[in-house]
């Protein structure tokens, strides 16, 4: 739960999720809030994102993961950081996908894997 004090009631809004390492991720409507408070669940489809840009992971849509830089792209600049981190045993929420606390060669392989398929934002 998030709270948005200046959000105006009425008002349709983008809901927008970004993180240390992962691709910005627009919902792919307007949210609107009422007393102050709204809901929108990006779990619940891959609809859910703007243009469906989520994968599914053990049956749940999620956002990418390994824009390293946050330049908005998921490619090779952002697999060789991932690289020389977990060559260099340096560890770091930028480059720690998977959140288990090291990067390492399953951090490398989702870069990877993400940046071969062109994982990039997509927003309105």
């Known amino acids: 739960i998030i709270n948005f004090n200046n959000a105006v009631n009425g008002t349709p809004y983008y809901v927008v999720v970004r993180s240390v390492n992962a691709i910005e991720t627009w919902s792919s409507g307007f949210v609107t809030f009422s007393s102050g408070a709204a809901s929108y669940d990006f779990t619940s489809a891959l609809s859910q ?3 469906s840009n989520q994968i599914l992971k053990l049956g749940i849509p999620s956002i990418y993961q390994g824009d390293v830089n946050q330049d908005g792209f998921v490619n090779s600049t952002d697999v060789i950081s991932t690289y020389n981190n977990s ?12 959140c288990d606390g090291t990067t390492d060669l399953s ?8 940046a071969t398929n062109f994982v990039q934002k997509k927003r309105p």
């Open 87 to 98: 060559a260099s045993f340096i560890t770091s929420p930028s480059t720690d996908f998977n």
């Open 107 to 114: 951090d490398v392989s989702l870069a990877y894997n993400n």
């Open 49 to 51: 994102a703007y243009l």
